[in-house]
């Protein structure tokens, strides 16, 4: 209020994760096919004065200025409770927080030590080594000397 001299308009915030129904016409091929569907809000665009919006069944994510939202539904949380009913876990209880993760955890593969090898092991042949003769490094490290070489009237005074 005090930088722009006016009160701040909070009209355009919404609850994060709530259920919205976004205005799909633009991205539809088809008149017949939905107008909208029920997706979750997760946030702003940073490019537009437009809200983003997640399908869950679909994966797709919908970035539309036209969007009713129903702040009172949270379809994230019912995907929550569905998980938790099938582990039998109660993720709404405090008391079943101890020791279990509320997100999944993908099982660590245990990374098997480095072969050891027998005696009859044989390293496959190095590549060769190519070096350059001996004269042509002869001359590069003769230049280089000289290049690097300070001339006594080149020092400051």
């Known amino acids: 209020q005090k930088l722009f001299q006016k009160p701040p ?3 355009k915030l919404r609850v994060f994760g709530c259920s919205c129904f976004p205005w799909l016409r633009p991205y539809n091929r088809h008149k017949l096919e ?7 809000f997760l946030g702003y665009s940073q ?11 679909t994966g797709r994510m919908y970035v539309s200025r036209h969007v009713q939202f129903d702040e009172q539904t949270f379809p994230f949380s019912k995907s929550q409770r569905d998980v938790s009913s099938e582990d039998g876990h ?3 209880s405090p008391t079943s ?4 993760s509320a997100l999944p955890v993908a099982p660590i593969e245990s990374q098997q030590p480095p072969p050891t090898f027998g005696p009859h092991h044989h390293d496959p042949p190095s590549p060769p080594v190519h070096s350059p003769a001996p004269s042509s490094s002869a001359q590069v490290s003769h230049s280089i000397s000289q ?3 300070v001339s006594p009237s080149s020092e400051p005074t």
Do not use: E, I, P
């Not at 939905?34 to 979750?40: A, E, F, G, N, Y």
């Not at 490019?47 to 069944?57: G, N, R, V």
């Not at 927080?97 to 279990?100: E, F």
């Open 97 to 100: 927080w101890s020791g279990h």
């Open 47 to 57: 490019t537009q004065s437009a809200y983003l919006c997640f399908h869950m069944q």
């Open 90 to 92: 109660d993720l709404q």
């Open 34 to 40: 939905d107008r909208s569907l029920q997706c979750v």
């Open 147 to 149: 290049s690097n070489s």
């Open 9 to 11: 308009n909070y009209d």
